[in-house]
């Protein structure tokens, strides 16, 4: 009998940062030194900077939850993984990179005087002199037809955005934010205002019924964006990622898989649609179980 393969489905994509070290924890991955192979429109490659130490985490998983949801972003969680050494070779895989890479490009991570609080990165091999907390990985731009033949045990890391995307969704959707009379007139008077520098976007202020707000992102029109596909191409990319996974002989310890239907990445008339044909196609080649995440998550 197939030993099972664990699924684990997420709403936001810092939360494969919990289930990475639970999974450890749990001896279904290696400690360290695994192959991620990312399925995602965007790269989540972004390089953070904590508050708190990623040093002391020291695999408690109380710990990583709370540093999870209060120094990860949803785009910067792989690079803090690879830094703690869980990850030493990235296949990112898009529908449409502007450049693939075949071998790929060497990188390293390591933290500002080894503290762990500000992450840097970049190609090639560390030449710091004082380097000792540096991890050295291989990053890959690729499409799917161009994932490696047995590539050996993986983690699979889905997000539905791969299939259909919403584009750029804080444009779609605007945050209204109630403050003070005085900061409402310091904006309006402030045509310098730190906000307007903060790259959110567009930022105007309301007043209604005595009251006073930031309206960010609020835009007359709403425009296609040309990620968001039908039904139809979703079916036929699925299929295709699946008789690839397949052909491959991929084979994946785990596998999260990525709502994005808060951050609003997935559309939301889609994310439901999607993840039901994903995960029906999956059973086809694996022997998948649903895991439970809400007490790995709460």
């Not at 994005?260 to 022997?287: A, C």
């Amino acid at each position: 009998m197939k030993k099972k393969v664990p699924v684990y489905i997420i709403e936001e994509h810092h939360e494969a940062f919990i289930i990475w070290n639970y999974a450890i924890e749990n001896k279904l991955i290696s400690r360290e030194k695994n192959r991620l192979v990312h399925i995602d429109e965007h790269s989540d490659m972004n390089i953070p900077r904590f508050n708190s130490s990623i040093n002391d985490l020291n695999s408690d998983i109380h710990k990583i939850k709370q540093f999870t949801y209060q120094e990860l972003a949803i785009a910067s969680f792989i690079m803090p993984a690879i830094y703690l050494g869980i990850f030493n070779n990235i296949i990112w895989i898009k529908q449409n990179h502007k450049k693939t890479t075949r071998k790929g490009s060497t990188c390293f991570v390591r933290s500002y005087n080894k503290q762990g609080k500000r992450l840097l990165s970049g190609r090639g091999k560390d030449s710091a002199k004082d380097n000792s907390d540096s991890k050295t990985f291989k990053f890959y731009h690729k499409t799917i037809e161009a994932l490696p033949s047995n590539y050996g045990k993986i983690i699979l890391d889905i997000d539905l955005d791969y299939f259909s995307c919403s584009g750029s969704p804080n444009d779609n959707d605007e945050i209204i934010i109630e403050i003070t009379k005085d900061e409402y007139i310091k904006f309006n008077n402030d045509k310098y205002h730190r906000l307007r520098y903060l790259n959110l976007g567009r930022i105007e202020t309301l007043e209604e019924k005595g009251k006073y707000f930031y309206v960010i992102n609020y835009y007359n029109e709403i425009y296609p964006n040309p990620l968001k596909v039908d039904n139809e191409t979703i079916i036929k990319r699925i299929n295709l990622l699946i008789d690839t996974l397949q052909s491959k002989k991929c084979n994946p310890a785990i596998i999260t898989i990525c709502r994005s239907r808060y951050s609003g990445f997935t559309p939301v008339d889609q994310w439901e649609f999607i993840e039901n044909i994903l995960i029906e196609k999956l059973k086809e080649i694996y022997p998948i179980t649903i895991s439970n995440t809400s007490g790995i998550l709460n």
